[in-house]
């Protein structure tokens, strides 16, 4: 599952990725509404998650943008503003929730399971390339029909590479996204992980799928011809 976090408070931003991240999803983080705008334009989420006080557009605004776009995902937008009043102005915009801040991490993980859930557009898609499958619902990943066993961070490192299909995916997208940071010294890690996954995804007779592209980073597919 893949989230677009659009907060420009960078600690908070941090701290809800984090937590999201331990659950399994893949986060993305705008700072503006600007910058959220254009990712939800070329990226596709399994959900938004929205903070209303942003400082070059307010969350309205994106809310509104992005539903005029013609984007159906569903929206969660968080503020500090209560009043009922406020409440009616962000669903009137488009939104499918509203999470008063402060609040629980438990709660907007609530939130965001039950939009999941009344979001047939949003249910968990199979992933699939050549031969390999991953259920994101499951975390069940096999290939030719045959289970695969992944540590968590084999498994982070797989949907990230699945979900840009084709795309030749950095080192350090690869560090920010499933370990958290985008410092040199995890590239090494990154590394030894793609190939501990390499060995499980192309055991075997099989046509590899998993590749180095010297100097940039991995794609996942079939080998180029």
Known sequence: ???LLIEDDKEAARLLARGLREEGWIVDIAFSG???DEMASVNTYDAIVLDWMLPDRDGIAVCQSLRGSGLHVPI???TARDAIEDRVLGLNAGADDYLPKP????ELLARLHALLRRSELTRPVLLTVEDLTLDPRSHQVMRGGIPISLTP???GILETLMRHAGEVVSRAYLG???WEDEHDSLTNLVDVH???LRRKVDQGPVTPLIHTVRGHG???GPPPR
Do not use: C, D, T, W
């Open 1 to 3: 599952m893949r989230i």
């Open 34 to 36: 600007e910058s959220g």
């Open 76 to 78: 969660l937008i968080l």
């Open 103 to 106: 609040f629980a991490f438990a």
């Open 153 to 155: 961070k084999e498994y």
């Open 176 to 178: 920010e996204h499933v």
């Open 194 to 196: 793609v190939s501990h």
């Open 218 to 220: 991995y794609r996942l």
